[in-house]
């Protein structure tokens, strides 16, 4: 599998779909995968939902529950719109009256034609002006399209977002667009996301974004004080892309998921029995920081504390110097868990946290009180050979300026998530280790950290 794909919420269910080969473990034969979710942790497998068909095979995209019936499916059917792919790339929509389970393609396919490439079409329904409002990838040209319809069937071009604008140097993928509270503040500013491939900071697949103004037509990004619009990255690992948003969640909710790998090596880590697996749900918030811009965080979703087993590890006030803190990780469960760690660094120069097993194997992560950056080496975490872009050091800004942070950590098998300061900053890595991490080490140089509160959780089997 890659992307995932047309998320919606309705009648309590999380809904996701995702581009998937049925018939092989590489890229091809694109279909959209169907699960679904009362809670965001437990999923249950459905049978394909839109396979391929006389236009091609079914790239990315959105769906949307009409609760209007502006396209005159029904009241309440659910609406997808994807790419058909084949020697070109134009978009389709098609529609569910079983809430997403199945689907009947539109007859009057293509809805949208182009002659470049674009694709990943992501729709909501504009309160402010009635009516749809799409963004769609114009991958080649570097740039998002914006196009407005009544009736989900006849779409209008209005704008264009990007050319020259933020990370250039891959194609332009999986866009999304929606509005946040800035937090603290009754402002609100849209939030443009923006995949792209290659061109990540550290190699290959990412996700940037642009904070921003959306009249209904056009995008307009914030700049900083010198007049230019500064790239963000929403993850700062390697294994996070084609991340889009729920649509319809509850509460006011923006919650997100992303395709937990990266073009670079996907069709080649050494897994067995599965290939690629999303990151955990995340809610989407803004800040506002020190440097008087707004950036994106995204934290753990709430439902993922309901994943937790037992403590086995509750420790407060201890320090931490030359001489390295060593604690266990749990054993059950393959070693999957959640760490909760609160540092204050003020004197120390770094802290290093390792997570190793007894094969020798591990990830550092250093935070690194000088540059306020918290880095995550993978290069001796296990096996690495299988691609010479795996092997790597990612780097995050802690976005803080008091050197304390506060880190909430996911250890899947194959898979590590860092999520800093409430998700102001978060570093999605895969990771193969022979054997299940089985201890964390906490050390520092420079002078001594505090460790404030570290507790440790074995994760349920789910
Ligand atoms: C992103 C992407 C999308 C496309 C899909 C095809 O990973 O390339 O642009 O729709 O994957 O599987």
Redesign the pocket.
């Known amino acids: 599998m ?2 995932p794909n047309g998320m919606f919420y309705k009648d309590g269910v999380w809904h996701l779909y995702y ?1 998937w080969n049925p018939y092989g473990s590489k ?1 091809q034969n ?1 279909t959209w995968g169907h699960s679904s979710s009362t809670d965001l942790v437990n999923w249950n497998h459905h049978p394909a939902a839109i396979e391929a068909n006389g236009l091609g ?1 079914v ?3 959105s769906s949307v529950v009409d609760t209007e019936n502006t396209a005159g499916f029904g009241k309440n059917a659910v609406v997808a719109l994807y ?1 058909s ?1 084949d020697l070109s790339q134009i978009q389709s929509i098609a529609h569910s009256v079983d809430h997403g389970h199945t689907f009947e393609i539109y007859p009057g396919n293509p809805v949208i034609t182009l002659e470049s490439e674009a ?2 079409p992501n729709m909501f329904w504009d309160t402010a002006n009635n009516r749809w409002v799409l963004s769609l ?1 114009h ?1 080649l040209d570097h740039e998002m399209l914006f196009f407005t319809s009544p009736d989900l069937k006849n779409w209008t071009l209005q704008s264009a977002f990007g050319k020259g604008k933020g990370a250039q140097d891959g ?1 332009w ?2 866009p999304d667009l929606f509005k946040l509270k800035v937090d603290g503040t009754d402002e609100e500013k849209w939030v443009l996301v923006c ?1 792209i ?1 290659p061109g990540g900071p550290f190699g290959g ?1 990412a996700t940037q974004y642009f904070v921003g103004d959306f009249d209904g037509t056009t995008f307009k990004a914030d700049t900083d004080a010198d007049g230019n619009i500064p790239t963000k990255w929403m993850d700062y690992g390697k294994d996070h ?2 991340t889009v948003s729920w649509s319809g969640a509850p509460d006011n909710r923006r919650t997100l998921i992303g ?1 937990m790998s990266n ?1 670079q090596y996907a069709a080649e880590v050494p897994t067995l029995q599965y290939r690629s697996a999303n990151t955990l749900p995340r809610e989407a918030g803004l800040f506002k920081n020190a440097d008087g811009q707004i950036y994106m965080s995204s934290a753990p979703s709430p439902e993922l504390v309901n994943i937790r087993d037992k403590e086995i590890v509750k420790v407060n006030n201890k320090s931490a110097g030359r001489k390295k803190r060593v604690f266990s990780l749990p054993v059950s469960n393959d070693g999957v868990c959640e760490i909760l760690l609160d540092l204050d660094c003020r004197r120390a120069d770094s802290v290093d946290i390792r997570i190793a097993n007894n094969a020798d194997e591990s990830v550092t992560l250093r935070y690194n009180s000088l540059d306020h950056t918290l880095s995550f080496d993978r290069r001796h975490s296990g096996i690495v050979d299988f691609s010479q872009d795996f092997p790597a050091v990612t780097v995050a800004p802690t976005f803080e300026n008091d050197k304390k942070i506060s880190l909430r950590i996911f250890i899947d098998k194959s898979s590590m998530e860092v999520f800093g300061n409430n998700g102001k900053f978060v570093m999605t890595n895969l990771v193969f280790p022979t054997m299940p991490y089985s201890t964390l080490s906490i050390s520092a140089t420079g002078g001594s950290a505090k460790i404030e509160n570290l507790k440790i959780y074995s994760i349920k089997e789910l």
């Open positions: 890659n992307d581009q890229w694109m095979a790239f990315s995209g790419t792919a694709r990943d990838a991958a194609v993928e999986c995949n491939n697949s892309y084609a395709w073009w």
